[in-house]
């Protein structure tokens, strides 16, 4: 049974920093692209950040780049969102997500993706 468990949520103020956890299970995490998204109430999902598995390579959407960092442990089926100086607009529920065995591409449509973990909540008070 495959499960993603997201932590590290909470409340910060603006400015401030958090790191999110993705605790994956069930599956060949090593050989997955890896992603976060995110959904803030009444809003469509959003893509934020991912990562490859065959090198390492990273995207990020340009709202958050230069301010959230994706990386990964294959060690420990672990993937990671730093995320640093906070908006407000970064409150949201964020999801990881675990790609097709294998797959080339790096998707940043939410398309691709097979798992979903339930989520953790990320409020950003200014």
């Known amino acids: 049974q495959v499960q993603l468990v997201e932590s590290g949520g909470g409340v910060v103020q603006a400015g401030g920093s958090l790191r999110l956890s993705c605790a994956a299970s069930?599956?060949?995490?090593?050989?997955?692209?890896m992603a976060w998204f995110r959904q803030a109430p009444g809003n469509q999902r959003d893509f934020v950040a991912a990562i490859t598995w065959r090198d390492g390579r990273t995207a990020c959407a340009d709202s958050v780049k230069g301010r959230f960092t994706i990386s990964r442990d294959n060690a420990k089926n672990t993937v990671y969102l730093q995320m640093t100086s906070l908006r407000a607009e970064d409150t949201a529920v964020y999801h990881c997500a675990a790609d097709r065995f294998q797959n080339l591409a790096l998707d940043t449509t939410g398309r691709a993706y097979a798992y979903w973990g339930q989520g953790t909540q990320v409020t950003v008070s200014s």
């Open positions: 069930g599956l060949s995490f090593s050989r997955r692209n």
